[in-house]
């Protein structure tokens, strides 16, 4: 047994995670879902959500393979070929990415929408407080004037200035339900989910099969580097994205358990 295999099973900071331990991100990401329960912005039902991607991202190597890489930089591209992109935030995207969002909307001039599941007023104020202490100016869903169409009511909630009227949203760990009720109102979903099979990344025109804590910061890094790219450059990179052949690398990849 190694040192790391003692690290305790609760930390009080994230800093007390052994950097170079096997298993980092994991517990990590362990750790920042179980502080957003205890802040009030993460379901409990989202350690569930958490410990199904965990399993994927097991099987995956816990890294961002090809495909993954490649739907990021088309995500980036299609982002700033957006008129009005909207990143949509949940629970676990609080917990897990506040700062790595704010900083890829800032990267796409995209708007950030608070958008639960178990939406609570409770919830949606500690969400946007979280987001702003990590540097968000203006957070959407508060209000939330408009409904998704075949949605039950408390799920279809969103802002009539955001998600309602946005071209492209990014919808990170979106249940099925959701994200088939945005594809049939003709948005562009870009999906980041560790499950290929899960029903959101199947509607995906872009799906990224990768953990958001890596997803994010890649897709920034791909907007930084394409910024002031031509409108034909950028069209390229989509149009060289195979959506159906990224999925299937990924389920290849977890079925495969070649690690
Ligand atoms: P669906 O409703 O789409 O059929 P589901 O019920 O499994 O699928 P949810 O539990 O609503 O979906 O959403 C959680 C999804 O998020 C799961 O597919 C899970 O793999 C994924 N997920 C969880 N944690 C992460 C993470 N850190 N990065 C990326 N994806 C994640």
New binding site residues.
């Given amino acids: 047994m190694t040192d790391h295999e003692t690290v305790p099973a609760e930390v009080e900071d994230e800093e007390e995670i052994p950097e170079d331990h096997p298993r980092y991100q994991d517990l990590l990401?362990r750790h920042r879902i179980e502080a957003g329960v205890e802040k009030g912005i993460t379901h409990l039902?989202g350690m569930?959500?958490?410990?199904?991607?965990?399993?994927?991202?097991y099987l995956l190597g816990e890294e961002t393979i090809p495909s993954a890489e490649a739907a990021e930089r088309a995500a980036a591209a299609r982002l700033l070929l957006a008129d009005h992109p909207v990143l949509s935030i949940n629970g676990?995207v609080a917990a897990?990415v506040p700062g790595e969002m704010v900083d890829l909307a800032a990267a796409v001039d995209a708007d950030l929408e608070v958008n639960l599941?178990n939406r609570t007023p409770e919830r949606i104020d500690a969400i946007a407080e979280h987001l702003r202490d990590h540097g968000g100016t203006e957070i959407k869903g508060i209000d939330a004037d408009a409904r998704i169409p075949n949605l039950d009511h408390k799920r279809a909630k969103v802002d009539s200035d955001g998600i309602f009227e946005a071209d492209v949203v990014v919808v990170?760990?979106?249940?099925?339900?959701r994200?088939e009720a945005l594809e049939a109102m003709g948005k562009t979903e870009i999906v980041?989910?560790?499950?290929p099979?899960?029903?959101?990344?199947?509607v995906a025109e872009i799906p990224i099969?990768?953990?958001?804590?890596r997803?994010v910061p890649n897709v920034t890094e791909h907007a930084r580097e394409l910024e002031g790219a031509s409108d034909s450059k950028l069209r390229a990179i989509l149009e060289e994205f195979d959506r159906d052949a990224a999925l299937e690398a990924a389920e290849e990849r977890i079925r495969s358990g070649s690690l």
């Fill in positions: 990401t039902q569930h959500a958490e410990g199904r991607g965990s399993a994927f991202d676990n897990l599941f990170p760990l979106e249940d099925g339900d994200a980041i989910d560790l499950n099979l899960s029903r959101s990344p199947q099969v990768d953990n958001i804590i997803a």
